[in-house]
C-alpha cells in the first residue's frame, strides 16, 4: 500500500549557502520524491536522508517527529518556512481514491528510539526516566508520564521490561520492539533501522520489512547505507550522494562498492582456508 505518493522539497534557494535546512538540499531545491510501498533513501553521513525523514514526519505531523528551532541566523524559523514551502500528496485507496489522511498509527522511528528502549532494558539504574522519555515520545506530558509510571499498569510494564531484560539479546530486543511498533497498514519513516544489529541479523530485518509492505499493507521510507539492508530489500533506491538524487541499483552504491573491492581484495585469504 501507498500511503504517501510523493514528497517535494522547497524550491527556495536563499542568498546565504548556510541555513539549515535549506544548505542541505542546495542545488536540488523542489525535488520531488515518489514513493513505492519499500523506499530507500541512500547516503553517507551528511548527505541529507535524516534530515529529509525528519521533514517528511513534520510535515505529515507523525509521531517521533523532531522540530529543529530557528538556528543562529537571527530570530526568522527558517526550519518552518522550509517546511511550509514543501508539499507532498497522498496515495490512493485500491479503487483509486485519494486518501484523505495518512493513517494515525504511521510514525517516525529513528535508530536513537531504539537504542534507548535497548537502553531502558539494560540500565535498570534509567529505566524509570527512559519509560518516561517513551511515554512522552508517545503524545503524554511529563506528568501523565509521571503518573501513568505511578499507576498498576505503570509498574506492569517495569515488570516487563526487567524480565526482557533477562531474555533478549540487544537484536532481539530490537526485533521486539519493532514488533511493538509496526501496525498493519500504516506509514513508517526508518531511520538507519539496522544500528546495534549483526549483519545477519540485518537481512533478517530486512526480509521482515518486506513482508510486513506485502503481507500487512504497510508503507516503509528507509533510510540506510547499510549494504545488507540495500541488498535484500525489495525497493525503490534513492542515492543522496548523487547531485540529482539518482534513482539506483543497489550495486552501484559507494558503500556496496566498497565492501565488493574489499573483500574481492581478500579474496584468496578465503580461498587459502
Known amino acids: 500500500m501507498v500511503f504517501l505518493q510523493n514528497f517535494g522539497l522547497s524550491a527556495k534557494r536563499l542568498s546565504c549557502p548556510n541555513i539549515y535546512p535549506y544548505n542541505v538540499f542546495r542545488g536540488r531545491e523542489g525535488m520531488v520524491f515518489f514513493f513505492e510501498p519499500v523506499t530507500v533513501l541512500y547516503g553517507n553521513n551528511g548527505s541529507g536522508k535524516s534530515t529529509l525523514l525528519n521533514q517528511i514526519a513534520n510535515k505529515l505531523n507523525l509521531t517521533g ?11 526568522e524559523d527558517y526550519c518552518g518556512m522550509f517546511l511550509s514551502e514543501c508539499t ?3 496515495g490512493a ?43 512522552v ?11 501513568f509510571l505511578d499507576s498498576n499498569a505503570g509498574r506492569k510494564l517495569r515488570e516487563n521490561v526487567l ?11 530490537a526485533f521486539q520492539l519493532f514488533d511493538e511498533f509496526i501496525k498493519p497498514d500504516a506509514l513508517y519513516l526508518l531511520d538507519e533501522p539496522e544500528v546495534s544489529l549483526s549483519p545477519s541479523n540485518q537481512v533478517r530485518l530486512a526480509q521482515k520489512l518486506n513482508d510486513m509492505a506485502r503481507l500487512l499493507g504497510c508503507q516503509f521510507i528507509i533510510a540506510t547505507h547499510s549494504p545488507f539492508m540495500l541488498g535484500t530489500l525489495i525497493a525503490k533506491i534513492y542515492n543522496l550522494d548523487s547531485k540529482d538524487f539518482k534513482v539506483s541499483d543497489w550495486t552501484e552504491l559507494e558503500n556496496v562498492r566498497y565492501f565488493y573491492n574489499f573483500f574481492m581484495e581478500h579474496q584468496k585469504e578465503f580461498e587459502d582456508e
Open 65 to 75: 517527529k523532531e522540530y529543529a528551532t530557528p538556528n543562529r541566523y537571527g530570530m
Open 88 to 90: 507532498y500528496e497522498p
Open 93 to 135: 485507496d485500491e479503487f483509486g481514491r485519494k486518501l484523505k489522511a495518512i493513517p494515525y498509527d504511521s510514525r517516525y522511528i529513528k535508530s536513537e528510539d531504539i537504542l534507548y528502549e535497548i537502553k531502558k532494558i539494560q540500565q535498570k539504574s534509567v529505566l524509570e526516566e527512559c519509560l518516561s522519555y517513551g511515554l
Open 137 to 147: 515520545t508517545d503524545g503524554m506530558n511529563p506528568n501523565e508520564a509521571r503518573g
Open 163 to 173: 524480565f526482557a531484560q533477562e531474555k533478549y539479546s540487544n537484536g532481539e530486543t
